[in-house]
Each structure stands twice: as C-alpha cells, then as structure tokens.
C-alpha cells in the first residue's frame, strides 16, 4: 500500500468520525443546549477528509505512486464522505427550524447513486468493456452536493437550504440522465466491440 493509498484509507475513517460528531451536535440541539464545539469539529473533520482526496491524488502523481488499489478505492472514499454527509445532514438538525438536508434531497443522491452503480454492474456482467470517463454535469453535481452541505454546516447565510438544494437536485438529475443514457448506449454495443468510455 502506498502512502497516497494510506491517506486515502485514512479519509474513510474519518467519515464515521464525523458522522459521530455531527449526530451529537444535532441531538444537542435538540435538547435545546447547541455544543458548538462539536459543530466545528465536525466541520473540521469534514473538511480535513475533503482536503485530503486533493492531498492523495497529487502525491499519488507526484512521487509516482500510482497503484490499482489506489484507483478503486479512492473514488469510494469520495463518495462515502459524500454520502455521508448528506444522509447525516438530513436526518438531524444542525440550527434551529429545521435547519437540515431535505430528506428527498438525500433520497434523490441515494437513488441516482444507486442506479448508476447497477449500471455499471449490468455492463461489467453482460462482459460490454466499461472505461469511466466523468462528465461535466457530474463534477458540477458533486459540486453543488458539496456547497449545499457547506451551506448547512457554515449557516453564514440564513436563508433556508432548501434553495442551495434546489440547484443541487437539478444537477444531480442531469448528470444521472447522462450518464444512464452513456450506459443503455453502451448496453447497445457488441461485447466484443471496442472499449468505450461511459
């Protein structure tokens, strides 16, 4: 295991930390006694987890450490801190009045996940060839996934996360038309044909 791949292991450990941490603040909260201390804990644990894909891939490339383990599992950290963050977000509040994730929000990144990942399994059975090529539409949903969580955790602004939400939701659907419309067009494809790029 390189040390790239170690950071990257170290990062899905941090998820259920935050996870802990965030699901105390929110049941403080509930109890009517915010320990904002937990708050910018949590925060800096989410924040230290999401420095740390940047951190991985660039020693990864730099000092050559580039490894098979190291392809498969960093895209899971990402998206498990990911999740995880919108899951936990959305089933405790982090402010007064409902200050949370939306539940369809969540639901919407879980079945969109979901799919795609049945898709790709479908491919891999059926023996069609699959390369991973990411879309635009998907960066910029992981992008605005990523600030409506911020937008959460930071409460800068006070107006309700539904709207950073909203904008996210549009994205998530996009790019989950996309890339189902790359998979059934891969689908199509002779097994034996050239690889493609999903």
């Avoid at 930390?17 to 109890?31: D, N, P, Q, T």
């Avoid at 951190?55 to 190291?70: H, T, V, Y």
């Avoid at 009045?97 to 919407?108: K, V």
């Avoid at 800068?156 to 904008?167: E, G, K, M, Q, T």
Wanted: hydrophobic share 50%; proline share 5%; aromatic share 14%.
């Amino acid at each position: 295991m390189t040390f790239a791949s170690k950071i990257t292991v170290a990062r899905i450990l941090l998820v259920p930390v935050f996870a802990v941490l965030a699901i105390y603040y929110g049941k403080s909260i509930e109890e009517g006694h915010p320990k904002e201390w937990l708050r910018w804990w949590a925060l800096g644990v989410f924040i230290t987890a999401a420095a740390s894909d940047g951190l991985d891939g660039w020693i990864a490339r730099r000092f050559n450490q580039r490894s098979k383990f190291g392809a498969t599992i960093d895209p899971i950290a990402d998206k498990l801190l990911l999740l995880t963050g919108i899951i936990t977000l959305s089933l405790v509040d982090w402010g007064e009045n409902g200050w949370r994730i939306p539940l369809w929000f969540s639901a919407l990144v879980i079945v969109r996940d979901f799919i795609i990942l049945g898709g790709c399994a479908i491919l891999h059975y059926t023996n069609h060839s699959l390369k991973v090529k990411p879309h635009w539409s998907g960066k910029v949903c992981t992008v605005t996934q990523m600030f409506a969580l911020g937008w959460v955790m930071l409460r800068v602004v006070p107006f309700d996360p539904i709207y950073p939400c909203i904008v996210a939701a549009i994205f998530t659907l996009w790019s989950g038309y996309v890339y189902l419309r790359r998979g059934l067009r891969r689908l199509k494809d002779s097994p034996d044909a050239q690889a493609g790029s999903l």
